[in-house]
């Protein structure tokens, strides 16, 4: 397997855009976990799906975020509109029910000018 | 909720030497923990992890140990080298119905030659 696939890698936009960024998790994975990186809080979970239904959103940071996952193999998380605040490396993972073990795509860095 | 706090922020360490770092949890009924190495601008990668049925767990120059009464568990590298440079990170989770890591803030780890 590829291991989980995230893109963009990179991202560079200006203040009031919109961004989406695309994850691809590992086949037969049930669960999907979006996490946001910064040096300053560190890694924080966003939002994470069991088979494709959101289970728990608190981590969403406000109404500018949003994240679905149409089918097992596909989830987007989209900031509309981007601030310069939301500048980060967000990452997707997956795992395995039962198995606990999260498996991080490689990360989309995000510089919202 | 689940709180857990890591120590310490940075370690510096001899090539050869052991290092190690502490992380304590507040919730008894976390029962899995494992511990991430995240190197340099790639992403978290899972080294070792314990459940709370077992004290400690090795893996060549690794190990945890798992303290339930004191609600701690530690990473211990022994024989360091230039690549265990890196950001480590501990997390506990309750591993139920809830599969939500609750991360430490992280362990950046510097093996001086």
């Known amino acids: 397997d590829a291991g989980v696939i995230q893109s963009p890698r990179h991202e560079v936009t200006e203040m009031g855009q919109e961004v989406t960024l695309r994850c691809k998790p590992i086949s037969g994975h049930d669960y999907l976990f979006w996490y946001r990186q910064t040096m300053m809080r560190g890694l924080e979970l966003l939002i994470y799906?069991?088979?494709?239904?959101?289970?728990?959103d608190s981590g969403m940071p406000e109404d500018r975020f949003s994240a679905k996952m149409p089918n097992a193999s596909f989830s987007t998380l989209k900031i509309q509109p981007s601030e310069p605040r939301d500048s980060a490396v967000y990452f997707c993972a997956s795992s395995l029910s039962g198995a606990n073990v999260l498996t991080f795509g490689a990360g989309s860095r995000l510089t919202v000018l | 909720g689940e709180n857990v706090e890591q120590h310490p922020s940075t370690l510096s360490v001899q090539e050869g030497d052991s290092a190690v770092i502490k992380c304590t949890y507040s919730?008894?009924?976390?029962?899995?923990f494992p511990w991430y190495k995240q190197e340099l601008g790639k992403r978290p990668q899972l080294i070792i992890d314990?459940?709370?049925n077992v004290g400690e767990k090795k893996d060549q120059r690794i190990a945890v140990t798992l303290n339930k009464t004191a609600k701690h568990f530690s990473l211990h590298i022994t024989e360091t080298q230039p690549e265990d440079s890196a950001v480590y990170f501990c997390?506990?989770?309750?591993?139920?119905?809830?599969?939500?890591?609750?991360w430490g803030a992280g362990t950046k780890l510097i093996i001086k030659p």
């Open positions: 799906f069991n088979n494709n239904v959101p289970i728990d």
């Open positions: 919730d008894s009924a976390s029962n899995y």
């Open positions: 314990i459940r709370s």
């Open positions: 997390a506990a989770s309750t591993g139920y119905s809830n599969y939500q890591l609750i």
